[in-house]
């Protein structure tokens, strides 16, 4: 006997396992649309019951419609911070060594031969994206 049938005083049925646990049934799915114009419709009723019995002299009530949720305004986004290309002189362990601007590449290769000379190990240019220092965005847009 793994389920009994317990019958409650409403007449519907509810089955429970051995361990007591109810045991939930698949329901037919239910039209929301229907459900809400019965809603409503239960809720004019009910007013309609609510001023009958305060007198004919009561006002109606209006069912309240939800009203519209505020639309948040999106932030004016920050524009994305200057960066400048400088040529960067590392070693082997990513450490750097030199900067140089963008246009002294040769400069940058030039101490890239004298470290190879002086010293072990390969050294590399790479480029450098750095953000450009405050007093170069002033002048810069003082000219313009």
Do not use: C
Not at 57 to 69: D, T, W
Request: hydrophobic share 45%.
């Amino acid at each position: 006997m793994l389920d009994k049938a317990i019958v409650r005083q409403n007449w519907e049925a509810e089955i429970f396992n051995p361990y007591g646990k109810r045991i939930v049934m698949a329901g037919r799915t239910l039209d929301r649309r229907k459900l809400r114009v019965n809603a409503v419709q239960a809720a004019q009723d009910a007013s309609v019951d609510q001023t009958a019995k305060l007198g004919a002299a009561a006002p109606k009530k209006e069912i309240m419609v939800k009203a519209a949720l505020k639309v948040k305004k999106a932030r004016a986004k920050k524009p994305p911070p200057r960066l400048w290309a400088r040529w960067g002189v590392f070693d082997s362990a990513m450490k750097q060594l030199a900067i140089f601007d963008y246009s002294q590449r040769a400069a940058a290769e030039e101490k890239v031969a004298e470290l190879a000379v002086r010293s072990k190990g390969a050294h590399f240019l790479q480029i450098v994206k750095e953000r450009m220092p405050e007093s170069i965005l002033i002048i810069g847009h003082a000219a313009d």
